[in-house]
Nanobody, 127 residues
């Protein structure tokens, strides 16, 4: 059983930065993603990263967020800059089952792709 634990959330003013981390209990060849859900809104994919390191970003965060993976630490990170009030949400990470041998282009935001989900970390951006 894979366990994912997020950290790094907090409150920040608009224009500020935060870095989120997702610690996985195991190291494996997987596709991983960050999702977020704002109050009253549906969950949306934010950034994903394939085993090769190929990343995919939602249009709303392109150029502001960077996803990376430190395999030696079983850690997925999301570095967020130029934060906006509309980035306020619960952010959580997800992982596919291992091993993932799909195409990089298929490592995307389809929820059905992921078997493992974290509990989330809150990000609040004030104007």
């Amino acid at each position: 059983q894979v366990r994912l634990v997020e950290s790094g959330g907090g409150s920040v003013q608009a224009g500020g930065s935060l870095t989120l981390s997702c610690q996985s209990s195991v190291y494996a060849r997987v596709c991983m993603s960050w999702f977020r859900q704002a109050p009253g809104k549906e969950s949306e994919g934010v950034a994903s990263i394939a085993p090769s390191g190929t990343a995919l970003y939602a249009d709303s965060v392109m150029g502001r967020f960077t996803v990376s993976k430190v395999d030696t630490k079983n850690t997925l990170t999301l570095h967020m800059t130029s934060l906006k009030p509309e980035d306020t949400a619960l952010y959580y990470c997800a992982s596919t089952p291992a091993p993932y041998y799909g195409r990089d282009s298929d490592c995307d935001f389809r929820p059905s792709l992921y078997n493992y989900w974290g509990q989330g970390t809150q990000v609040t951006v004030s104007s």
